[in-house]
């Protein structure tokens, strides 16, 4: 069980702090795959970097983040070093660039384990299931980075982030890159290390609502580093509350729609510069419902059992 | 697609890339100190010559006298003046450095440009000739040239250290400009219509600016010491001075022996201060034109 | 207008260029005024060469690919010059588009220089506003800007608004919005419907199907450098007949349609269904809706 409590984390640079976390406070269930979704700039990178480790212009400026009873010393890397991988793990990016290219993989991962100070003998035959698991051959292991397909090296990363079970995964547009054939057997992999529970609980990162309506229980909508919504994904995809939530799923073409027959719109204008970030909600400028009570930041409250809003009008 | 803040990308919102390169330039110690001393150094060449002798391989003064309210950095066992010989020297060294640099400089950015651009064929060729000169013995080759050339003065000597030091910044520029060319922009520029030279000088090359500026510092700096190296083994100009020169006759006439310390001192000095500073401003460019390497 | 007969690319690779790597095998469509096709492919599938290609930004090993009846392969310098001033082409990445040195307009004053060196600066400037006001950008929001200060869609407005100074006809769209935000993509989406609906013709390359769908009128669909299936995007999507594109649709997510294992069986070789011993590259299996063998490329038999 994930709690974060009023986390704060700002990048700083010559001009001043950029909040790029302004006060995030939610909670992910044992066994909940959570979507976090949002456009450039939202702060969900910045957020799923938090969890595991601060670059260097990041700076944990406050508010606490507690994993299964224990508090994650989110701002110390030193301290930090003995949660991850075996706590919490990370699927990156690019996970093509996290593979040393000169090592074959199979001596790649048995030198991460035994860093960690576990013999690579006890995890071995481990290994072995969660290639099954991913779909990969067990021939893998002798291999150089360079001669598996990004789909495969995407596997691959997901089965060393989550070699010593971590309790908690996040996993960071691990598809954005891919072909769409391949994305959906990554995303369904990726749903598997839940289903087997293999991880407790999941955060999956990405800018996509339609991928992580497939696999999420949850998803949680972020604006200009603020939360603006959170419910069952069901929920998030039919009722939702915020308005920003629901231009952006209205915005999605679908396979079947023309713009002869129905023709989308896309939100006017820009998310707004968070150095520092204007008074009240953040969506104001942007939003077709905003009223004179939008200049009072909306707190994020629960609505219904489950569902979490950050808007006037819906609370 | 990741949402990196925008943090840095707008960080000089109303300014331009050369002012926030010329905003960090200023703040940057290496850069200015390094800058300094290549400048006092340029001035003494510059001006210094106008207010001592005309000929510095006159026999002014006594031999071998130490320096004194007359002769500054005192003379050498003949009687010349060694201030007027190191001002004279260090005038042919800058001299070396720019011709010597700007040779090699532009040679290599023709050659660079047109390899990695042109590729193919064109390329392979090219790639071909630097490497084989790359891996000439270029001491060795030197010698043998200096050696029949009859008249060497401190062009020709500019001349061939040029036409030797230019492989390096070719396989350099080559290498960028084979992945610029990959970017869109170029490909845009051709879909503008723009011809080749354009495109190479006007979309490849502001891209490179900062680099090319370091190859050239670079260049000055090894040229100097190249040339200070040839004139030290005695390959160096046969007529003039340099301060390679003022070394290779100190050490023939056993000024070190003789304890005459004011004969190779101001010489030795004079190329490892240029050659140092300008290593050092290398490094403080770096720091000025890769923003990650900038102390904020 | 553009009709692609048979173009191949193939390039040399491996050691001393002893293997060919056919990045664009024998693929041949038409695209007329007024019209947008979505050329839809994976990575590797040769979408973006035969983008290139149409630009002459590549060469085409074999086969043809004309312009108003002319081989664009024969164009020299002033008649290069001239089909640049009738086709044009956006690129995915806004921010590599942009000399990051320069400011942003410039790619602007570039079109000047070459195509309208004799326009006076006022007349220039009413061509600008007029080209910026037709993608919706506010000249003083983006003029005088370098191009990091510029968000994604405004860049990818700034090249189109660039191509319309010229008198395009064709427009190619290489995965213009895959790096543009949801709530931006869908605006540069309908600029482009709109462009069509001024008589333009559209190349649309994208590798997502739900994208290429929403605007085109007709649909190419490659694979490893063949088309598979191609024809009107109603019967393409209505009607998917290989099993690629069938994997390909049942793979794009959907709201509101979970992932199921539904089984995807296309049935028996639908091409060999109309020409058992082979023929053409494609069989027409419909009004207007062309597919391969089912089969792959590498293994020409069909089980």
């Known amino acids: 069980m994930l709690h974060v409590d009023d986390l704060r984390v700002h990048y700083r640079t010559l001009r001043g702090d950029v909040r790029a976390l302004d006060g995030v406070s939610f909670s992910v269930a ?27 212009r990041m700076r944990h400026v406050g508010g606490t983040v507690t994993l299964d009873g224990t508090e994650l010393p989110i701002g110390d890397d030193g301290r930090m070093n003995a949660f991850r991988f075996n706590d919490v793990s990370i699927v990156p990016q690019y996970a093509m660039s996290a593979m040393n290219p000169t090592r074959r993989i199979g001596t790649m991962i048995r030198e991460l384990v035994t860093s960690r100070g576990i013999r ?81 609980a999941m955060i999956v990162i990405t800018h996509d609502v339609s991928l992580v309506y497939q696999i999420a229980d949850t998803i949680l909508v972020m604006y200009a580093g603020k939360l603006a919504e959170k419910a069952p994904t069901d929920v998030i995809v039919e009722r939702p509350l915020h308005p920003y939530t629901r231009a952006l799923i209205a915005a999605l073409p679908e396979v079947g729609v023309q713009y002869a027959g129905k023709r989308l719109t896309g939100i006017p204008g820009g998310p ?38 950050a808007c006037w009008r819906a609370s | 697609m990741s949402d990196d803040p925008s943090a840095t990308k707008d960080a000089f919102t109303a300014s331009g890339t050369g002012r ?77 450095g720019t011709v010597a640099a700007l040779i090699a400089g532009v040679l290599g950015m023709v050659v660079g440009f047109t390899a990695g651009y042109r590729g193919g064929l064109v390329d392979e060729v090219l790639t071909m000739i630097t490497n084989v000169v790359l891996v000439l013995p270029v001491l060795a080759v030197l010698m043998i040239i200096a050696a029949y050339l009859e008249v060497r003065n401190i062009e020709v000597q500019a001349l061939i250290i040029g036409l030797f030091s230019w492989p390096w910044v070719a396989r350099a520029v ?81 000024a070190m022996d003789l304890g005459m310390w004011w004969w190779f001192v101001p010489p030795g000095l004079g190329i490892t201060s240029v050659v140092g500073a300008l290593y050092i401003m290398n490094v403080g460019l770096d720091e000025v034109f890769n923003p990650k390497l900038r102390e904020t | 207008m553009l009709r692609l007969d048979g173009v191949s690319k193939t390039y040399k690779v491996g050691a001393l260029a002893r293997k060919d790597l056919h990045a664009v095998r024998d693929v041949s469509f038409e695209l007329r ?59 995915q990445d806004p921010f590599s588009t942009f000399n990051p040195v320069f400011k942003a307009d410039r790619v602007l004053t570039m079109i000047r220089q070459v195509y309208f060196p004799g326009t006076g600066d006022v007349e220039w400037r009413g061509r600008v506003d007029d080209a910026l006001s037709a993608v919706s950008l506010n000249p003083d929001q983006v003029l005088d800007k370098y191009p990091h200060q510029l968000s994604g869609g405004q860049l990818q407005r700034l090249l189109i608004a660039r191509a319309l100074l010229l008198d395009i006809r064709l427009l190619v769209a290489d995965e213009v919005i895959s790096m543009l935000d949801a709530s931006t993509r869908i605006d540069v989406l309908n600029l482009l419907a709109d462009l069509k609906e001024r008589g333009l ?17 007709r649909t190419v669909i490659l694979r490893r450098g063949s088309v598979v ?75």
């Open chain 1, 30 to 56: 044992d066994r909940e795959i959570m979507g976090l979704v949002g456009e450039s700039g939202s702060g969900k990178t910045t957020l799923g970097k938090s969890l595991i480790r601060l670059d260097g």
């Open chain 1, 120 to 200: 690579f003998d006890t995890v071995r035959s481990e290994l072995d299931r969660r290639l099954d698991l991913v779909g990969l051959d067990r021939e893998v292991l002798d291999r150089y980075p360079i001669e598996l397909s990004g789909g495969m090296k995407q596997r691959m990363v997901m089965v060393i982030s989550t070699l010593l079970n971590p309790k908690l995964l996040v996993a960071d547009e691990v598809t954005s890159a891919l072909d769409v054939s391949t994305q959906r057997a990554v995303a369904l992999a990726l749903a598997g290390f839940r289903d087997r529970d293999l991880v407790h």
């Open chain 1, 272 to 309: 707004p510069s968070l150095r520092p970030p204007p008074p009240g909600c953040r969506f104001r400028d942007r939003c077709p419902v905003a009223f004179d009570r939008c200049a009072e930041q909306p707190p994020f409250v629960e609505v219904e059992p489950g569902h979490s809003v």
């Open chain 2, 20 to 96: 926030e390169a010329l905003f960090f330039a200023r703040r940057n110690r290496k850069l200015v100190g390094g800058g300094v001393v290549v400048l006092v150094f340029l001035l003494v060449a510059l001006t210094g010559p106008w207010f001592t002798t005309d000929d510095p391989l006159a026999y002014v003064g006594p031999p071998g006298a130490g320096p004194s309210g007359e002769f500054w950095f005192g003379t050498t066992t003949f009687g010349q003046d060694v201030l007027a010989q190191f001002v004279h020297g260090l005038r042919a060294t800058f001299f070396v």
């Open chain 2, 174 to 254: 080559r290498a960028q400009t084979l992945s610029l060319r990959a970017r869109e922009f170029v490909d845009l520029a051709r879909l503008s219509g723009a011809p080749v030279r354009r495109i190479v000088f006007r979309e490849i090359a502001p891209n490179m600016a900062s680099y090319l500026f370091m190859v050239f510092i670079l260049l000055f700096g090894g040229s100097v010491l190249f040339a200070a190296t040839l004139d030290f083994i005695g390959l160096g100009p046969t007529d003039g001075v340099s301060l390679g020169l003022m070394l290779n006759h100190a050490k023939q006439w056993s």
């Open chain 3, 33 to 91: 005024p007024g019209e947008v096709v979505s050329l839809i492919g994976e990575s590797g599938s040769g979408k973006s060469t035969i983008g290139r290609m149409i630009l002459r930004l590549t060469r085409a090993t074999s086969g043809t690919i004309t312009f108003d009846g002319t081989d664009i392969a024969t164009l020299r310098r002033g008649s290069l010059k001239e089909y640049y001033r009738a086709a044009q082409g956006v690129f």
């Open chain 3, 201 to 217: 013709a559209v190349l649309f390359i994208t590798h997502d199907l739900s994208l290429g769908n929403y605007l085109a009128d």
């Open chain 3, 229 to 303: 299936e191609c024809g009107a995007t109603s019967a393409v999507f209505g009607d998917p007949v290989h099993p690629y594109t069938r994997t390909l649709l049942a793979s794009v997510p959907r709201l509101g349609i979970r992932w199921s294992d539904e089984d995807l069986d296309p049935g028996p070789c639908r091409y060999h269904a109309v020409h058992p011993g082979g023929g053409p590259p494609l069989a027409e299996v419909g009004d207007d809706h062309l597919v391969a063998c089912f089969a792959g490329n590498d293994e020409r038999e069909c089980v």
